[in-house]
């Protein structure tokens, strides 16, 4: 569509003027050249129409017709102006005061009627301004008009007007293909029914709401002719045609079924392969529980001694994985655990395999709540394991009762964990590097995997910390 203002748009400046009186005549004639305008004068209905014949210079502006003439009436000639024209403008000028000539005038479409009064004819180049300019308007509005009824009459979407009775004004053509309806069964009824039953509410609380500036769309169920469902998102918007007229409701409905029932398949597809996923890890914490009962047996028949601690230790250790598998398959999030069971659970594994007493070591965790995957807490709890099995092992001699403390929290582009207890402390001169226990060489090498290195004090006891920056 074209963006000129109306007031640029060129206009054809040629009027035909059909007026038996010549004296008349020339007068129009005259004020109407001196505005600019060029004029064809014609006497009577036969010399209009010979006029619009000859016309090969280009279509008339406007046609001033006298309403009686000598030889017919003035509608010929506006039928065969409008027949070559269509929105060419017609004005009546007549002597006459009855209101009757006006009211056919407006009958038959014309833009406007002048009566003759003394000195009329200077008005004439105001009237032909006014009647051009409102031709043109009409002439974009009827343009626009067009465009946007293609547009919704060739859209996809089905679009209802409801008038401020809430009922349907008018339904687009798209009804038929999305629901098998004809669109002129739903004029007339309130615009909830256009939905099915179950979701007529949700319509309703969308009309109430729609004033609202950022109004969401809601997804409704349509009900197609062959009784299936048709999944549809539902936008309103508040219409006002003028500030006269009453608002009026437009309800833009949107075919998302193909969507849905991919949303569907797709929600199917994942709670299957959860479901595998549960089974796999099931399968593989069973599998490590028989490795380590295994392991368990054959520790029993070696002696006390260096070997025999060493196979209970990588028990514990596969344990720990095994703890992480049960952690992951239980929780609704297949990808991640919690991190403070999951320690709660590994510290209690690990003080039940060791030789220190039912409550003799309690657990204090400081633990900031986020989800590990996998990949990461498998390292992570062997990491955890190994710290607190060698607390238990060295912090605690002869029965002595005390406090494992467990401190996690986020940092700036790391995971910092202390791991402290109140035990004897660490003995002198005590040097992670020159330290033969292949737990805290372990230990270390695990902390290296995350991004992290471990660095030991003895204050109150032993304090072990690390900042992770793999996690």
Known sequence: MSSV??????????????????????????????????????????????????????????????????????????????????????????????????????????????????????????????????????GRLDETSALMTAVVEHSWDLIAVCGGDGKMIYVSPACHTLLGVD????????????????????????????????????????????????????????????????PMIVLTLHNVTAQREHEEQMAASLREK???????????????????????????????????????????????????????????????????????DLFNRVVASSSVQPNQIQLHLDVEEFSLSLELAIPFGLLVNELIANSLKHAFPGGRRGTITISIHRIDGAVRMVLADDGVGLPAQFDLNACPSMGLKLAASLAHQLGGSLRFSSQNGCRVETNLTRM
């Open 274 to 344: 959860e479901v595998l996923l549960r089974e796999i890890h099931h399968r593989v914490k069973n599998n490590l529980q028989v490795i380590q009962s295994l392991l368990r047996m054959r520790a029993r028949l070696l002696p006390e001694g260096e070997a025999r601690a060493a196979m209970e230790s990588t028990v514990q250790r596969i344990h720990a994985m095994a703890l992480a598998h049960e952690h992951l398959y239980q929780r609704e999030d297949l990808a991640r655990l919690s991190l403070s069971d999951y320690l709660r």
């Open 5 to 138: 203002p109306i007031s640029e748009v060129p206009a054809c400046k040629r009027v035909l003027v059909v007026e038996d009186d010549h004296s008349t005549a020339e007068l129009m004639r005259r004020a109407l050249e001196r505005a600019g305008y060029s004029v064809v004068l014609a006497d009577g209905v036969a010399a209009g129409l010979k006029a619009l014949g000859d016309d090969d210079s280009g279509e008339f502006m406007t046609l001033l017709l006298d309403y009686r003439l000598p030889d017919g009436e003035p509608w010929t000639v506006a039928d065969a102006a409008q027949a070559r024209v269509p929105e060419v403008p017609v004005v009546i000028v007549t002597g006459m005061s009855d209101e009757s000539v006006a009211i056919e005038a407006l009958r038959r479409g014309f833009a406007d009627y002048v009566k003759k009064t003394d000195g009329f004819w200077k008005e004439l180049p105001a009237i032909l301004e006014r009647v051009a300019r409102l031709s043109r308007l009409k």
């Open 183 to 246: 669109a002129s069964k739903l004029v007339g009824r309130p615009g909830t029914e256009i939905v099915a039953p179950e979701d007529r509410e949700e319509v309703a609380r969308l009309f109430a709401r729609i004033e609202e500036k950022t109004l969401p769309p809601s997804t409704v169920r349509c009900r197609h002719k062959d009784g299936s469902l048709v999944w549809m998102e539902a936008r309103a918007a508040r219409l006002r045609a003028s500030s006269a007229a009453p």
